[in-house]
């Protein structure tokens, strides 16, 4: 079973060589890449069934012993990010291919690149193997955010180059700090050393990581690059952005800071946390078009997510990996709900829209209910997550970040209905680049993207059924997080 562990990044790699060889035949880079993914899916499971059953597991790729080999280690926050992380990409990219994005032939294999460097990210239990496996993950989104090739796209994209280029030169350096300070990267290793070493010296190190990962997560105050990235690339490529980027960084920074022990920087990331929320939130309000609404709630909700690591309770803890897991697919199809839109009206801008509940009812069902989610409205899963997030905040007597949770909370409804009353209700300002999207006719989306959003609204729904089971996993999750010595054992075989 641990050769899964190499073989759900290797699979992605192989399947992408093979688009490069079949470049002219669209058809069959689409069959290659859907086997691909639907095969990481299955194996996702696999992995997670048996570290539900047995915990911890863990692979020396080479045979070379920890911590000098690479390190493979899926916990139970690896293995449950990893799942929903596939279906989230094989879901977008059955978008991608209803809505023809992928007629580039260097789409699939770029797209395939990315998954390999999402599971790599996910599964290496060291930190020189996590910046190989971002750098595999960024190389590709750089292509696939200028994919347009447009002026905008170019010029968006190089912002989103330059800023993930420079974090990325920190990386490396921090990386060589660490090295130079404990001896070892692996991070079972690190939770046995870097204890010992001083104590201003782990807070500085535990800083310049919360600095580097924050600007893969884009948190305050370096979540600028974000808002005006995402929007400009394809909607395939945004969903899958939004969907997925962030929250890799948010994984990085809840494995190094509770690997690291660095339960002094507690309450620095609560402020960043309640600074995060509002920033976002008020961003999201003051927009007029869709996907830039959308996207400064990334940001927004990047917030929540902190706001448990820097609890650092059990319960904190499982708030944020639930938190990340109901993000993931909600904040996806949400991007996918307002390509819909564009793609069936020439335009996202609020005040050029309007009246589509009418003319379009089924894109409107698709947003409202991650809409409704993201707000924290019950039933829903973004409801649970935020309860488990407040509840940790009072058991914890953290009375201010709780006040702001729930201020930002309502503001992300005023901004949710802002989209809802001006894409959905009323009538356009202005005329809309397609004349039949002033209403008077009903709204025919291409079908193949029509179910894939449909299938990841039925994801989002899935995890609000199964929410106590979900809450369970993330619960022992937090567990494995805050005492990592089921972790060092498995790796370290001791």
Request: glycine letters at 10%; hydrophobic letters at 55%; a neutral charge.
């Amino acid at each position: 079973m641990t050769a899964l562990l190499p073989l759900s990044v290797v699979l992605p790699l192989i399947g992408a060589a093979l688009c490069l060889l079949v470049s002219r035949s669209r058809v069959v880079q689409r069959v290659v890449s859907v086997a691909t993914l639907v095969a990481g899916v299955g194996m996702a499971i696999a992995i997670l069934v048996t570290v539900d059953a047995d915990g911890v597991t863990a692979t020396q790729v080479g045979a070379w012993a920890a911590p000098v080999g690479i390190s493979l280690v899926a916990d139970l926050m690896a293995a449950l990010f990893l799942l929903v992380s596939l279906l989230t990409i094989l879901t977008v990219l059955l978008f991608a291919i209803g809505q023809g994005v992928d007629n580039r032939s260097v789409f699939l294999p770029c797209y395939l690149v990315l998954t390999a460097g999402v599971a790599g990210s996910f599964l290496s239990g060291d930190l020189f193997n996590l910046f190989v496996c971002f750098e595999m993950m960024l190389i590709a989104s750089y292509v696939l955010i200028t994919i347009g090739a447009t002026s905008t796209q170019v010029r968006s994209g190089m912002t989103y180059v330059v800023i993930n280029l420079t974090a990325s030169t920190l990386f490396v350096t921090v990386v060589a700090f660490v090295y130079g300070a404990t001896g070892t990267l692996n991070f079972a290793d690190l939770s046995q050393k870097f204890p010992a070493i001083p104590a201003n010296l782990q807070l500085a190190i535990g800083l310049a990581l919360l600095v580097m990962f924050g600007v893969k997560a884009a948190i305050f105050p370096v979540f600028g690059w974000l808002p005006d990235s995402y929007p400009n690339a394809p909607t395939a490529v945004t969903a899958v952005f939004a969907g997925l980027l962030t929250k890799v960084g948010v994984y990085a920074i809840i494995r190094t800071q509770t690997s690291l022990g660095l339960t002094e920087l507690g309450d620095v990331i609560l402020v960043v946390a309640g600074i995060t929320m509002v920033i976002g939130v008020i961003g999201a309000i003051a927009q007029d078009d869709i996907k830039r609404i959308l996207s400064f709630h990334i940001v927004s909700q990047i917030g929540y997510m902190i706001m448990g690591l820097g609890l650092f309770t059990v319960a904190g803890l499982a708030g944020a990996v639930f938190f990340v897991v109901h993000q993931i697919p909600g904040k996806t199809v949400l991007f996918l709900a307002g390509g819909l839109v564009e793609e069936t009206t020439g335009t996202g801008t609020l005040h050029r829209l309007g009246g589509m509940l009418r003319t379009a009812p089924v894109v409107a069902a698709a947003f409202l209910i991650p809409a409704l989610s993201l707000g924290g409205v019950p039933p829903f899963a973004g409801f649970v997550a935020k309860l488990s997030l407040v509840e940790a905040g009072l058991a914890r007597e953290a009375w201010i970040i709780v006040g702001v949770a729930l201020f930002a909370s309502i503001l992300t409804m005023v901004s949710m209905t802002k989209i809802w009353a001006g894409v959905f209700w009323g009538a356009p300002d202005e005329e809309p680049p397609v004349p039949d999207a002033r209403g008077a006719t009903r709204f025919r989306p291409p079908q193949l993207m029509t179910a894939a959003t449909l299938a990841m609204v039925g994801l989002t729904l899935a995890i609000a059924v199964f929410a106590g089971p979900i809450y369970d996993l993330a619960e022992r999750a937090a567990v494995d997080l805050v005492d990592p010595t089921a972790y060092a054992e498995a790796v370290m075989g001791r």
